[in-house]
T-cell receptor
Framework: GDSVTQTEGQVTVSESKSLIINCTYSATSIAYPNLFWYVRYPGEGLQLLLK?????QKGSSRGFEATYNKETTSFHLQKASVQESDSAVYYC?????????????FGKGTQLIIQP | EAAVTQSPRSKVAVTGGKVTLSCHQT?????MYWYRQDTGHGLRLIHY???????EKGDIPDGYKASRPSQENFSLILELASLSQTAVYFC?????????????FGPGTRLTVL
């Protein structure tokens, strides 16, 4: 089946420093799945951060960027300068159309902690 | 503002008891989903629905039933709760299927089965 692997556990970054959260994917029944980053702030549900549906394209939102790389099957999340408000759990996900039903497959999530 | 609400927000249940988790959306979306998240795992799809009075099995449906009595409401039912069902449960909605559309999530329900 499909799978998403992302930087595990917790990442701690000092405020104003750069961030990268790694994400690689494997889609078994579709060559070019849609790729997503969702974010969950404390006490809230997941919300879409960015989405890219075309290989080679870059998505961006709130200072975050991710590029859909089909050669390396990667979709790493980057930000040049993090803020304390970026503290949250980040989930990489792909959408597929398997067995006639479309679905999202999520990574395990990466908790980002920003040190002031 | 799109909204998905879940109740209860947390629950402690006894093994073998019945548990019902409720989800309500005001997005006017056709699709609704139930996921669970365990420590060390990503969200996994339990059941979903694309129209009222119909539900579909997701990737891990065993031990769960779902009910969609109206477009706005989607319930997850554990007839005989077990220790292994301790997890955080998320409900979501979308106006198209998962391949195309952004999903809007509720805040989650933390279920502890003792």
């Amino acid at each position: 089946g499909d799978s998403v692997t992302q930087t595990e556990g917790q990442v701690t970054v000092s405020e104003s420093k750069s961030l990268i959260i790694n994400c690689t994917y494997s889609a078994t029944s579709i060559a070019y799945p849609n790729l997503f980053w969702y974010v969950r702030y404390p006490g809230e549900g997941l919300q879409l951060l960015l989405k890219v549906i075309t290989a080679g394209q870059k998505g961006s939102s709130r200072g975050f960027e991710a590029t859909y790389n089909k050669e390396t099957t990667s979709f790493h999340l980057q930000k040049a300068s993090v803020q304390e408000s970026d503290s949250a759990v980040y989930y990489c996900a792909l959408s597929d159309y398997t067995g006639g039903a479309d679905r999202l497959t999520f990574g395990k999530g990466t908790q980002l902690i920003i040190q002031p | 503002e799109a909204a998905v609400t879940q109740s209860p927000r947390s629950k402690v249940a006894v093994t073998g008891g019945k548990v019902t988790l409720s989800c309500h959306q005001t997005n006017n979306h056709d699709y609704m989903y139930w996921y669970r998240q365990d420590t060390g795992h990503g969200l996994r799809l339990i059941h979903y629905s694309y129209v009222a009075d119909s539900t579909e099995k997701g990737d891990i449906p065993d031990g769960y039933k779902a009910s969609r009595p109206s477009q706005e409401n989607f319930s997850l039912i554990l007839e005989l709760a077990s220790l292994s069902q301790t997890a955080v449960y998320f409900c979501a909605s979308s106006d198209w299927g998962a391949f195309y559309a952004e999903q809007f999530f509720g805040p989650g329900t933390r279920l502890t089965v003792l």
